[in-house]
């Protein structure tokens, strides 16, 4: 039986922080160990020209996303690990299917209903400020998935209409041409923490409230000493459940450690005491991966070297099959 595809984009908008760990690239690491399943991830910098204008900082964040990923162990000899521009066949495929996505389709989306409804609010035109990037963002998704058939695609909630749309997209073009794309999966997991930041918002680098996942110690315990917390003072028993410092443990502790902080609340520990506890969980766990990552960042020609290398694994299979789906549209060549 052939193995299950998996495949995960990571947009180069950024510094990888804590909730990027939990939330995607941990679980992600983990999968790509599985042995009924064949992995695909990649840095999704074309995505990253939607938001981001900055240059440096698409390039400054891609090398750092690359680095954070081979740091933290992804073996590169099991899953396909490549950057998204250095596949030509994947935009090539985004025009195929944007020639059969409804725009009906596109006027669904959730990024772009969201971006006319601030408009409309704000009293301007409908699509003031919004690209064609930020419009067609789900085409160039689904072209991220159906360029490798991938049968499960990880996502948040907020994610799996584009999958969807992939889905819908790829029904359309097999009716026309054949059966060429696997209908694709959202895989949602729901034990997976969504990690809160510094504010007691979700972690996000548009909060402005993240803990970046590999700041030296000083910096990190500076960071978590920043958390917000309320006045209950030493003594008084605090509701985990409510809080961010109890939150961050939990997505790092075993489950004794977590009952064991649980009990703590209960008998009041100082916001101070947790915070000092929490700071040398997160570090003793992170430590070591750090100075890989601090050793990758020196070494950049590595960090280009392994991408290369993926992506020559990613184009043994997309320039076959986009000679196929070609063909299968009528470009070819005349007989």
């Not at 923490?193 to 918002?201: F, H």
């Not at 101070?272 to 430590?287: D, I, M, P, R, Y």
């Not at 993926?310 to 196929?324: L, P």
Request: glycine fraction near 6%; include cysteine; charged fraction near 25%.
């Amino acid at each position: 039986m052939s193995k299950q595809r998996v495949l995960t984009g990571i947009t180069t908008t950024g510094t990888p922080h804590l909730g990027n760990y939990v939330g995607a690239i941990r679980p992600a690491i983990r999968s790509s160990e599985r042995d009924d399943a064949q992995s695909f991830y990649f840095l999704a910098d074309y995505h990253a020209l939607i938001k981001c204008q900055d240059p440096e900082q698409v390039h400054q964040s891609t090398r750092e996303i690359a680095a954070t990923w081979l740091a933290l162990g992804l073996n590169t000899d099991k899953a396909v690990f490549y950057r998204q521009s250095d596949i030509p066949e994947i935009p090539e495929l985004c025009w195929l299917l944007t020639c059969m996505a409804a725009k009906g389709l596109m006027n669904r989306a959730h990024a772009y209903k969201a971006a006319v409804a601030a408009n409309m609010e704000a009293g301007e035109d409908p699509d003031f400020g919004v690209t064609m990037g930020l419009y067609s963002y789900p085409v160039l998704m689904a072209a991220d998935i159906l360029m490798f058939n991938a049968n499960e695609v990880p996502v948040g909630k907020d994610q799996t209409q584009h999958v969807e749309m992939a889905r819908d997209i790829a029904a359309r073009f097999n009716h026309h041409y054949g059966d060429h794309f696997v209908l694709p999966e959202a895989k949602v997991d729901d034990h997976v923490a969504v990690l809160q930041g510094l504010d007691g918002r979700k972690m996000s680098k548009s909060y402005n409230n993240t803990i970046p996942l590999f700041l030296p110690e000083k910096k990190l315990k500076k960071h978590i000493n920043k958390i917000k917390t309320n006045l209950l003072e030493p003594g008084d028993p605090k509701d985990p459940d409510d809080s961010t410092v109890f939150q961050i443990w939990q997505a790092f502790a075993t489950p004794e450690q977590t009952d064991e902080m649980r009990t703590a609340f209960a008998e009041g520990i100082a916001w101070g005491e947790a915070k000092k506890q929490l700071f040398e969980l997160v570090n003793g766990q992170l430590g070591e991966a750090r100075e890989r990552y601090e050793a990758l960042l020196a070494n950049p020609a590595h960090i280009e070297e392994v991408l290369q290398a993926g992506a020559e694994k990613a184009r043994k299979e997309s320039r076959e099959f986009i000679g196929k789906l070609r063909e299968a549209v009528g470009i070819r060549p005349i007989r």
